[in-house]
């Protein structure tokens, strides 16, 4: 006789419910099939807020930190070109996803760069992040925190993605080399600038000249209270000081004469 599971019997829908275990929060942050919502907050912390914080930077890869330049200045073509790449192909994998296919195994790579380094700044930035919540902006500096977990999570998920294009052994290679090509690319960039800087720096008005073609291609990348540093510390109207003026109005359009010093204020 039916009783209608008031005698206590349990049904076999009812007990596999029981068995199922309960998924924890980092495990359903990393499962290998998202959900919208979790593709949603990736489109936010993977590549909207992190555009935002580039934008409204004060102190960290731009800007001046207690009188002093910012705290990763002399990393920021780096900075800016990792960051480029990940927004960039963070938003073609949101948007096509295994259509990429062997890409994806690339992709991977890159991601797993991107999350470790935001993790990375995340952790240094969080003392002045949590100093700065008095201030709207300062909550900025979480986000970090925040896209280390996308781009994380978005590495395993393009890396099986590629099982369906790549053997393993390619596939692991495939995700190797998108971690050193990136890091490779980024550094010697931001090494070509720090060069040319140094060169500006030493060098004579010849050797400013000799840097302004670099300085202008690279211009969204450059740190340019450096040259107006220079500029000020070299005697009024000698050869190098109307070099580096010339090179800075070049590149950023702007005059470098009635710019102070950032480094002195």
Not at 17 to 32: D, E, I, S, Y
Not at 47 to 76: E, M, Q, T
Not at 133 to 142: E, K, N, P, Q, R
Request: proline residues 3%; hydrophobic residues 50%; contains cysteine.
């Amino acid at each position: 006789m039916q009783t209608l599971g008031l005698n206590g019997t349990v049904n076999s829908s009812q007990t596999n419910l029981a068995k199922t275990p309960k998924v924890g929060f980092w495990q359903r942050q990393f499962q290998l099939q998202g959900n919208s919502i979790q593709k949603t907050y990736d489109w936010i912390f993977g590549v909207i807020l992190p555009v935002i914080c580039f934008v409204f930077d004060p102190l960290v890869f731009k800007g001046r930190f207690v009188g002093r330049s910012a705290l990763f200045a002399n990393y920021r073509p780096f900075a800016y070109v990792l960051c480029f790449a990940c927004i960039t192909a963070l938003a073609a994998w949101l948007i096509f996803g295994e259509k990429l296919r062997w890409l994806n195994g690339f992709l991977a790579g890159l991601f797993f760069l991107g999350g470790a380094i935001a993790l990375l700044v995340g952790i240094i930035l969080f003392p002045f992040s949590f100093a700065g919540l008095v201030v709207l902006i300062g909550a900025l500096g979480f986000t970090p925190l925040f896209t280390a977990v996308v781009y994380l999570r978005n590495a395993f998920r393009a890396l099986d993605a590629s099982k369906m294009f790549l053997v393993k052994s390619v596939r692991n290679y495939a995700f190797a080399f998108g971690i050193i090509f990136s890091a490779s690319l980024a550094w010697t960039i931001n090494s070509e600038v720090k060069n040319s800087l140094r060169n500006i720096e030493y060098g004579d008005a010849e050797a400013v000249y000799a840097e302004q073609t670099k300085l202008k291609f690279l211009a969204p990348l450059v740190n340019f209270n450096n040259l107006i540093s220079i500029y000020h510390r070299e005697p009024d109207g000698s050869d190098k000081s109307k070099a580096v003026a010339e090179v800075y109005k070049a590149a950023t359009g702007e005059s470098i004469e009635n710019k102070s010093d950032p480094f002195m204020d």
